[in-house]
């Protein structure tokens, strides 16, 4: 039995939101959890991946370790 009065109080239903959504409920000694990424939507478990070029940032790091063809780098330089 746990000591009285020293540990925080214990909410074996406490719900998860993402984006205002109830996505899963846990115990936790919070009543409510705000998460901005959950399994649910992380790229690693469902497969998609999303890259963000900041300043060019994967164009250089695909052409520093080369994974980035020729042609590609020569058409992205005209689009812009």
Same mark, same amino acid.
């Given at each position: ?8 109080? &214990?909410? *074996?239903?406490?719900? @998860?939101?993402?984006? +205002?959504?109830? @996505?899963? #409920?846990? +115990?936790?000694?919070? *009543? ?5 990424? &959950? ?6 478990? #469902?497969?998609?991946? !999303? %890259?963000?070029? #900041?300043? +060019? $940032? @994967?164009? $250089?790091? %695909? $052409?520093?370790?080369? %994974? ?9 330089? !005209?689009?812009?």
């Amino acid at each position: 039995m746990p000591k009285p009065d020293i540990h925080p109080q &214990w909410y *074996p239903d406490a719900k @998860v939101y993402c984006n +205002g959504e109830v @996505v899963m #409920t846990i +115990g936790s000694t919070k *009543p409510e959890i705000h998460v901005d990424v &959950w399994s649910g939507n992380h790229p690693f478990y #469902t497969g998609t991946q !999303k %890259m963000i070029d #900041t300043e +060019g $940032r @994967v164009e $250089r790091f %695909m $052409r520093k370790y080369g %994974m980035l063809d020729d042609n590609a780098s020569a058409d992205q330089s !005209k689009e812009k």
